[in-house]
C-alpha cells in the first residue's frame, strides 16, 4: 500500500507506538494517549503505525487497537505472537498486516527474531488464515538463508528482518552484520519476498541499514519516543525521514 506521503518506491517509515502505551500505563490511566501519538506521527510524515499487542498487554491495549483502526489513514501494523488468541484479535480487527514476533514473558522488549524455519507446522496454518482476511502477514526473522527459505514455504509475503544485533555491534563486527543483512535482504527480494528492516535504529546507525537498496520499509518506535522526549515527537519522525530521505 503507498502511503499518502510517499510514493511507492521510496523507503517507508512505519513508526512503533508501544512505548506511549508504556509511559500511560506506567501511572494507568489514559495519559499519554497512543493514538494521539500515531495521528501526531502520520501528520509528521510517517508512512504506517506499528503496534505490539502482546499477550500480557504490558503497553498496547484491545481499545488501542480498536480506536487505531478507526482514527487512522495509515495502515496499521499489528505485531503480534502466533497464538490463536491474537489471530483471532487479528480476525477482528483486519489490519493492514500483520508482523509475527516470537514473544516470551521474560524479555523486556523482542530479543530476536522469529524461528520460522523450526515452526512451520504451528506457523503455517495462522498464516493461511491471516492472509485470506486480506491481511498482509509479515515475519520477524534474523538475517538468515534458513528463515527466508521458511518464509517462502510459507508463503508470506514480507519479511522484517531484526536489527538489533547490528544495532548493537561495534567496528568490524557491525561492518560483518551489515554485509549479512544486505546479502539476506537481496535473497528475500531475489524470490518475491518484500523485505523490511527494523529493531534498535538510531540517528546514528539508519543510514547504513536505509541505503540498501531493496529495502522497502523500516519500522521504527523505542528510539523515536525516546527522543520525542527532548525535541518533540513531529521533529524525531521528521529527521528520521530525511535521514532515510538522503541515505537513498
Known sequence: MASPHHPEHQLRLGVNIDH????????GGDHPD????????QAAGAD??????????????DEDIARLMASLDLPLNLE?????EMVDIALRHRPHAACIVPERRAERTTEGGLDAAGQLAQLGPLIERLGAAGIRVSLFIEPAPAQIEAAMRLGAPVVEFHTGRYAHLEGIERATELQRI????????RNGIEPHAGHGLTYDNVTAIAAIPQLRELNIGHFL????????LTDAIQRMRLMMDVAR
Not at 34 to 41: G, S
Not at 80 to 84: L, S, V
Open 20 to 27: 506511549v502505551a508504556t509511559i500511560r500505563n506506567a501511572r
Open 34 to 41: 497512543p493514538v494521539k501519538a500515531a495521528l501526531m506521527a
Open 48 to 61: 504506517g503505525i506499528t503496534a505490539h499487542l502482546r499477550e500480557d498487554r504490558r503497553h498496547i491495549r
Open 80 to 84: 503480534m505472537a502466533a497464538t490463536e
Open 182 to 189: 544486505t546479502e539476506m535482504v537481496a535473497l528475500a527480494a
Open 225 to 232: 519516543i525516546g527522543e520525542a522526549l527532548f525535541d518533540g
